[in-house]
């Protein structure tokens, strides 16, 4: 089973680029993309860029190029369920792109024509699987599960985030897993996202984004060691 795993940024999954062996780079336009194992387990290991183009882009080229049997989306999200801290987890059950609105032509916003559904769902194997390793972790302090929003924006205002969540019952707020999960969708790859809040999306969200973004790409990347090391039985 190869499993391919992507983020936005060089930092969300640079802890996880350390355990991987027999490291093969490839250095495509505008993205990078490393082959190995992790635990005895295929892997391929993405940095896409950021945003929903450079997302889909790298998504569909992983596809086409490396044939995954899943794909998960690992990185930083603004937390806006007011109970969430920096390092917190959210293990997305669907995903929804906030920004996406044919409402004008009589659609909800967020609902995509072609795909005829709002909500992208996550494969259920693969994000129980992602919460069991999350939630065995003893350095977490809470782990989420629930509806993340993406769009082309870092959101930075309290009212913003308010919006999204009760507009989308989201719980985290990005800007590239909605894209992921879509091109998964079309290609039929099983999909699966794995968060770590940074930020609140709220008022002064860029501040906390500073200090904390680091330590939250820390703690996304570490679930995926412990997922690949519960798939083999390795400790």
Not at 47 to 58: F, H, M, P, T
Not at 71 to 89: H, L, Q
Request: aromatic letters at 6%.
């Amino acid at each position: 089973m190869r499993t391919a795993i992507i983020s936005a940024m060089q930092s969300e999954i640079s802890a996880v680029s350390e355990l991987l062996e027999d490291c093969r780079s490839d250095d495509l336009p505008g993205m990078r993309i490393c082959s190995g194992s992790i635990c005895g387990c295929d892997a391929v290991l993405a940095v896409s860029g950021e945003g929903k183009v450079n997302a889909a882009a790298c998504t569909q080229t992983l596809i086409l190029r490396y044939k995954p049997d899943c794909v998960i989306n690992i990185g930083v999200a603004g937390g806006i369920e007011p109970t969430m801290r920096p390092g917190d987890i959210i293990v997305a059950d669907s995903c929804v792109q906030h920004d996406f609105d044919v409402s004008a032509l009589g659609y909800e916003p967020g609902w995509i024509c072609s795909l005829n559904e709002k909500f992208i769902p996550c494969d259920r194997v693969l994000s129980d699987a992602l919460y069991r390793a999350a939630s065995g972790e003893p350095s977490i302090r809470a782990v989420y599960r629930g509806v993340i929003a993406t769009g082309d924006m870092f959101v930075s205002s309290s009212e913003k985030a308010r919006k999204i969540a009760t507009a989308f019952g989201a719980v985290a707020a990005d800007m590239e897993t909605a894209a992921v999960a879509q091109v998964c969708r079309m290609n039929g790859v099983a999909f699966a996202a794995v968060r770590a809040v940074s930020d609140s999306g709220g008022d002064g969200a860029e501040a906390d984004y500073d200090r904390f973004e680091t330590f939250a790409a820390d703690m996304s990347s570490k679930i995926i060691g412990v997922y690949f090391a519960g798939m083999t039985g390795v400790d």
